[in-house]
């Protein structure tokens, strides 16, 4: 495992490189963590571990914290600039929550990456954040900034953060991504993110496409990682990186 330091702009975004066993060139997945989360959660380890035993890395950032969905694709579109200039062009793009709608807005708008892994996604983000929000999103949409808590930290938020969700329409995005390999994986008791959200973005979504849909599962993928590793694996060494490649 190596730390890295990844130039984003003016910012510098911290990052875990879990290589490949026979070195660079061989394929790598990027993983987008959720709004609220962090790139050690997830059940991100195990992934890692998973992924080093078929031979492909795992590189795994932080966002700038609760940052908007815009600025989240400019720090993703700088992280898959320095993977391509420094180890493979062969990338998969996989995320959680906000974490997958950022990945797959900037699938849309990159058209190389080698496949897409969604977790927990979201299909309609202004009416997830209004649902969670409640009140307060009327207060956003109002001008005033709000304070809320995530588990008793403060989460800063302005009423720019759900006017940049509303340019986003991610089953147009994923609709224009036919030919590219998509996983979407959902907890049916997700509460969070109704998995209704997943299978609205699985009918957009052109072939090859898979659904993993997860029996009491919610939001969380913490500790979680037996239930979706072996398709993660499975679809990787199946759709996106035969043994052909």
Not at 36 to 48: I, K, M, N, T, V
Not at 135 to 159: F, N, S
Not at 182 to 192: K, M, Q, R
Request: charged fraction near 20%; include cysteine; glycine fraction near 8%.
């Amino acid at each position: 495992m190596q730390k890295l330091i990844i130039p984003a702009g003016e910012l510098q975004l911290a990052a875990m490189l879990h290589a490949a066993p026979s070195g660079p060139g061989r394929p790598l997945m990027v993983l987008c963590h959720g709004f609220c989360g962090s790139a050690d959660g997830g059940s991100s380890l195990e992934l890692a571990d998973a992924l080093q035993k078929q031979d492909t890395a795992l590189l795994r950032f932080w966002f700038t914290p609760h940052c908007c969905l815009s600025q989240q694709l400019a720090e993703i579109a700088a992280v898959i600039d320095f993977v391509r200039r420094n180890f493979t062009r062969k990338i998969v793009l996989a995320g959680r929550s906000m974490g997958a709608a950022a990945a797959l807005a900037f699938a849309a708008r990159d058209r190389h990456l080698s496949g897409l892994c969604l977790m927990a996604c979201h299909a309609d983000l202004p009416s997830t954040f209004r649902g969670i929000l409640r009140d307060d999103y009327e207060r956003l949409k109002h001008g005033e900034a709000i304070t809320v808590l995530h588990e008793g930290a403060p989460v800063h938020l302005t009423p720019d953060f759900i006017g940049d969700l509303s340019r986003y329409d991610l089953p147009a995005d994923i609709r224009s991504l036919a030919g590219l390999p998509v996983l979407i994986i959902h907890g049916l008791t997700d509460a969070t993110v109704p998995v209704a959200h997943a299978r609205q973005l699985f009918d957009a979504a052109g072939e090859p496409k898979q659904l993993l849909l997860l029996p009491d599962h919610g939001h969380s993928f913490i500790g979680t990682g037996d239930r979706f590793i072996p398709t993660v694996s499975d679809w990787l060494r199946r759709q996106v990186f035969p043994p052909s490649l």
